[in-house]
Every structure is written in structure tokens, then in C-alpha cells.
């Protein structure tokens, strides 16, 4: 038998490797533990996995600087993570306690860390596109070098803000980069059934002037490198980039889904043939990275992921006197004198 | 003392806070080079220039996205929605998005932006141009309301609202931006959550709001002349923050109490008045709390028509005259 070749590093270093990697199992773990606790009871409300679709959150945050804005869906929890967000934050939060990102105000919906960037996950379709245009008219009317990243999915395709937003964002030049998680299905329907297009985001590109931008989700080397240049083209002032990453999603469309909807063996193959973990972790091989270097990442990652739920465990429910605080600027609710 | 039209105070507020706060920049359709379509906003463009004053496609959801976008990030944006009618293709943003994400993100996300609206009706538009929406922006939390009856208000609470830290609906009356006032040169600035008694009497209340005022002021001139009748008329200016004590103070006083309201009747503002009034001020009052409010109908475009949907100075006179006789 044939050994295979050791591929040798390309514009892609061993260390981002192995930092894409990393990213993209932590997301995998922290899922996993977010659909645990819920059967264990303990996430509360309702949650939207990105299992199956961790690439494209890797794969974008890893090319991104530190002050650049990321706005999120509902199904946010793996971009939030992956700037960087604490996990006993990201899980608190889920399971509504007063460790929370959002110290339980919020849920899983509407993760929040903007000191890692994370400019808030919006549970209403498209409502983040135009705000993420909005940051980005900030940073070109201020001088500032940061980008805008919105991440949304298939779904969000067929509202009116989408259109809106691109349509600004071309208009005034903005430093805003639109990332369509294609992951076939609009909740629980499958997109092509219900769209117009073939390509939901990259066949409506030029409507708006853009280049018609479509890659493999599920391979974050691909993401990373599609997504370096659409930071570098919002940096040097040549406006917004529209991609639609393919990509499948593993779990329901929220934790009350238990995906009826898929023809027979989809799932299994997507799984079994093209899940982004697995994948990866065979490319780092390729590339002649040790397999106990994978496994150390893998460890310290569970290790986290456990550390971090048993904190939220014991973290208490928040306090019942900050059921009136931020509502107004100055902290309180007043709304009379 | 400078002699303004109540459109020419927009602009000149807007000027004043652009020209101190660099952070502050104005974006909408037609407000740059047109100058607005009820030219509130001449003279911005050609002053600022299209960096600050920026003219946007016709795309609401757009515009309210931008602006707060941009406020999360640092700046103090003022976006007009042409007509308060509209607020209802984006009214996703005023009332799940600017409105909460300070809440649901505990603190961490800022909106310190300025909606400007042209409001209410008299202008024969009919019923998708006419609307007086303001309480529906009065029904949500985490945002405050705004609504100038003169030019002098319109500068001082317009600066008010640029320079406020939360998100601001400011409703400009389309039917009171011709009308002149005195308005304060220099620097102006006024406080938001303060109502304003604009004419004293002891025999009655009126609370009311924007083009309502005027009315109110002019029938309860007529009831003094006519019938002997002195009636305190209270100018609310901002429906969130409510000034409840200078109300209650009034109605304490006179011990009647009526409110004039230009949104159509059901859960208007006049209801959450008089039912706060009703809680705490019971036994001061001398009779019923009355509403003189536009009936519940779309607002039709004919004048004849428009002109008895809308209360009048006669209806707010006749109908306090009934009630007081």
C-alpha cells in the first residue's frame, strides 16, 4: 500500500490550521452540549444548532481582526464562539442563568459580546443586514478600518431587507462582507422549493452588481481564503462581498425540529462524506500534523466545554431585580416621572 | 429671538447639533440636495455636504438599519421616514430592534439615534398620508416619543433628542411646518419628558399634543370670551418620558380634565392619561374625564371630510362646553 504524500504547508500555516480547527470543534462540542442540557431540561426556550455547519464560522472568524463586527442570526451560538465569546457566557446564557453573556435577559437568540465584536444575533429575518450595513457607513464615515460581517441563512434571502441592504451597501461603497449559510433548508422546507433562483444569495450577486461568489462551507480552508479576500477588498474601499457558502445543516432548524422533512439518507450521507469536522481533521493529517496534536486540542477542548457547563450548572437564575434594568440609557425603565 | 417656521427649526436644530457633534450625521430619501420633501431640511447639504447629509433609495427597512447600525457603533444618526405612515414597512426596527437590543443585550448595545417623521393630517393626502401614529410608538418600551406643537420646541427638543442616549421618534406635524414662532438664536437646547402649561385656567384641563395644541389654546380662548369659561391648556410635547406631575398638577388644580387627540380612538394616548389620571387623582376630579379624539376610521382624503375627522377648535369647544354646562 501506497503511503500518501505529506502535503507541505501552503498560504495556510500549521498554527492557523491548527487555530481553524480548533474553532470548528469547540462549535462541535459546545453544540453537542447545548442539545444535551436541552434533553437534560436544562436549556431553556429554544435553541438553533449550527452542528454540521462550523467551517463557516471558523473559517470567517479566523480571517478577521479583532475590531471588526460581527451580526448574527438566531442560529448564532458558533459565531459567537468563534470571536471568541466565553463558553460558560454562551451556555449560561442558554440555560438562563445569571452567568450569561446577557446574564439570561437575552437567550440563545440573541447572543451578545461586544467586546469580542459580536454586535448582537437577531431572531427577526434580515433585520441585521441593513444594521451591519450600518456599522459599516460608521466605520467609512469615521476612518475606521474595521469590517462588517452579517451571517445569515438561505432563508433570509426572500425578505425585503436583504434586498435592501445589499442594495445600500453597493450604493455607498461599504466596507460590509454578507455571508449566506446555504444549508438547504428554510426551516423546514427545502429552499429550492420555495426560491426563484438555483443559488439563493450568489444568483441574486448580480442583481446588485457583485460578483457571483459560491464555495464549499464545509471546507474552512476555503472559507478562510474566501474570506480574506472580501476583508481586503472592504478594507482597500472597494465595498461589500456577497458569498453563499453551501453547506448542510446536521440538526433540526431548533430544538423542537426533528427533521421529518429529509428525504431518506441525506442526512447520513452528509454526515458520513462531507461533515466539516471530519474533514478537517483528515486534511490536518495530510498536511503531517501529529495525530496527538489533534488529540490535545480535542481534549483541552472537551475539558473546557465540561469546565464551562458545570459553571453554568452552578451559576444561580438571574437576579429578579434586573427584570427592569436597561431598558432606557440610564439603566433603569422609567417611562413617567 | 429669531422668527422661524416650524420646518425652518428642524434645520436649524440640526445644523446646531451637526456643527458641535461630529458623530451626528442625517440620512433619508430627499433630505440632501432636494432639501426634503417639506423642505424641513433646506440648507443641510449645501452647509455639510454629502459626507454628513446623505440622500438614500426608497428602502425604509434600509435606512432604520443603517442609522442603527451606526449608532451601536458610535455614532449619533438623525434618519427620516417621510411620512409616519411608513414607519409601518420598518416598524420592525422601531419595535424589535432599536427598541430592545439594549435590554436583551444587558447594556452592551447602545442606540443613541433620532427617527424624524412627518406626522398627522390636514393635508388632503387620505388615508396612507395622514396618519397620527404616535401612539403606537408610545405602546413600546425602550424607546421615547416626541411631538413639537411650535418652532421654538422644535429646536430645543430636536437638539434634545440628538444629543439623548436612547432611540428617539420625533413626529413633526406636516400640517404645523408653515407656522412661525419665536425660537431662541444661539445654542438651544431643551428636556425631553417635560410637558408644558401653555395657557393658565383654573376651570378645566386640556392635555394635548402637536397640531392639537393650537386648537386647544384657540377654543379655550373662545370659551373665555364667550362663556366666561377658564380653561388651562397643557402642551404634552413628549409622550415618553410623560410628565405625569405638571398633569396631575393640573388637574388637581381644575379638576376636569380633557384630553384632544389627533390618532384615532381606540388606545390612544389620551386613554393611558385618563386611566392614570382615574388611579391616582380620583377624588380630585369634579365629573368625568372626557376624549375628544378622531373617530375610529381610516382619515379620508376629501377636505370637508378630513376637517370633521380631525378634532376642530369648534368640536373641542362645543364638546366642553356640553360637558361643562
Known amino acids: 500500500m501506497a503511503t500518501k504524500q505529506t502535503l507541505q504547508n501552503d498560504d495556510i500555516n500549521e498554527k492557523k490550521r491548527l487555530e481553524l480547527y480548533n474553532t470548528q470543534y469547540l462549535i462541535r462540542v459546545a453544540e453537542q452540549r447545548a442539545y444535551d442540557l436541552f434533553l437534560e431540561n436544562l436549556v431553556k426556550g429554544t435553541s438553533h444548532l449550527s452542528l454540521g455547519q462550523e467551517a463557516i464560522a471558523s473559517g470567517f472568524a479566523n480571517a478577521m481582526q479583532e475590531n471588526d463586527k460581527s451580526f448574527c442570526t438566531y442560529r448564532g451560538h458558533a459565531h459567537t464562539l468563534a470571536r471568541g465569546a466565553s463558553v460558560v457566557g454562551v451556555l449560561g446564557e442558554l440555560m438562563q442563568r445569571d452567568c450569561g453573556l446577557m446574564r439570561g435577559k437575552g437567550g440563545s437568540m440573541h447572543l451578545t459580546d461586544t467586546s469580542k465584536g459580536v454586535m448582537g444575533s437577531y431572531a427577526i429575518i434580515g433585520a441585521h443586514l441593513p444594521m451591519a450595513v450600518g456599522s459599516a457607513w460608521r466605520a467609512q464615515y469615521l476612518g475606521h478600518d474595521d469590517v462588517a460581517t452579517v451571517f445569515f441563512g438561505d432563508g433570509t434571502t426572500n425578505i425585503g431587507a436583504f434586498h435592501e441592504a445589499l442594495n445600500y451597501a453597493v450604493v455607498y461603497k461599504l466596507p460590509v462582507v454578507f455571508v449566506c449559510e446555504n444549508n438547504n433548508y428554510m426551516e423546514y422546507t427545502h429552499i429550492e422549493s420555495i426560491t426563484a433562483v438555483k443559488n439563493p444569495a450568489a444568483d441574486r450577486a448580480s442583481a446588485y452588481g457583485l460578483e457571483s461568489i459560491i464555495i464549499d462551507g464545509n471546507d474552512a480552508d476555503e472559507v478562510y481564503r474566501t474570506a480574506q479576500k472580501a476583508y481586503e477588498k472592504a478594507r482597500a474601499g472597494e465595498g461589500p462581498s456577497l458569498i453563499e457558502c453551501k453547506t448542510y445543516r446536521q440538526s433540526g432548524h431548533s430544538r423542537a425540529d426533528p427533521g421529518a422533512y429529509r428525504p431518506k439518507g441525506e442526512l447520513e450521507h452528509w454526515k458520513k462524506n462531507n461533515d466539516p469536522i471530519t474533514r478537517y481533521r483528515e486534511r490536518l493529517i495530510e498536511f503531517g500534523i501529529k495525530q496527538n496534536v489533534i488529540n490535545d486540542i480535542e481534549d483541552n477542548v472537551k475539558d473546557l466545554v465540561d469546565q464551562a457547563t458545570e459553571k453554568a450548572k452552578n451559576s444561580p437564575v438571574p437576579p429578579e431585580d434586573i427584570l427592569t434594568t436597561n431598558v432606557y440609557a440610564n439603566g433603569g425603565w422609567a417611562w413617567r416621572n | ?325
Open chain 2, 1 to 325: 429671538m429669531a422668527q422661524l417656521t416650524y420646518r425652518e427649526a428642524v434645520a436649524a436644530a440640526i445644523a446646531q447639533e451637526m456643527e458641535r457633534d461630529e458623530t451626528v450625521a442625517f440620512i433619508g430619501e430627499d433630505v440632501a440636495r432636494a432639501g426634503g420633501v417639506f423642505k424641513a431640511t433646506v440648507g443641510l447639504f449645501d452647509k455639510f455636504g454629502p459626507r454628513r447629509v446623505i440622500d438614500t433609495p426608497i428602502s425604509e427597512q434600509a435606512i432604520l438599519g443603517a442609522a442603527m447600525g451606526a449608532a451601536m457603533t458610535g455614532m449619533r444618526p438623525i434618519a427620516e421616514i417621510m411620512f409616519s405612515d411608513f414607519l409601518a414597512v420598518c416598524w420592525d426596527f422601531v419595535a424589535n430592534e432599536m427598541s430592545k437590543s439594549r435590554y436583551m443585550s444587558d447594556g452592551q448595545l447602545k442606540c443613541p439615534l433620532v427617527v424624524r417623521t412627518g406626522n398627522g393630517g390636514g393635508s388632503r393626502f387620505g388615508a396612507q398620508h395622514s396618519q397620527s401614529i404616535e401612539n403606537w410608538a408610545m405602546a413600546i418600551p425602550g424607546i421615547k416619543v416626541v411631538a413639537p406643537s411650535t418652532p421654538a420646541d422644535v429646536k430645543g427638543l430636536l437638539a434634545a433628542s440628538i444629543r439623548d442616549n436612547d432611540p428617539v421618534i420625533f413626529f413633526e406635524h406636516k400640517s404645523l411646518y408653515a407656522v412661525k414662532g419665536e425660537v431662541p438664536e444661539g445654542e438651544y437646547v431643551d428636556t425631553l419628558g417635560t410637558a408644558k402649561v401653555v395657557r393658565e385656567g383654573k376651570d378645566a384641563t386640556i392635555i394635548a399634543l402637536a397640531l392639537m395644541v393650537p386648537r386647544a389654546i384657540a377654543a379655550a380662548d373662545k370659551l373665555m370670551q364667550e362663556h366666561g369659561i377658564d380653561i388651562e391648556v397643557v402642551d404634552l410635547r413628549t409622550l415618553v418620558p410623560l410628565d405625569m406631575k405638571t398633569i396631575s398638577k393640573s388637574v388637581s388644580k381644575t379638576g376636569r380634565l380633557f384630553t384632544v387627540e389627533e390618532n384615532p380612538r381606540l388606545c390612544g394616548w389620551g386613554a393611558e392619561i385618563v386611566s392614570i389620571v382615574v388611579d391616582e387623582l380620583f377624588w380630585d376630579l369634579d365629573g368625568p374625564a372626557v376624549r375628544i379624539t378622531t373617530p375610529h376610521i381610516p382619515l379620508p382624503a376629501a377636505d370637508n371630510l378630513e376637517d370633521i375627522a380631525i378634532p376642530s377648535v369648534d368640536r373641542i369647544y362645543n364638546k366642553i362646553l356640553e360637558v361643562l354646562k
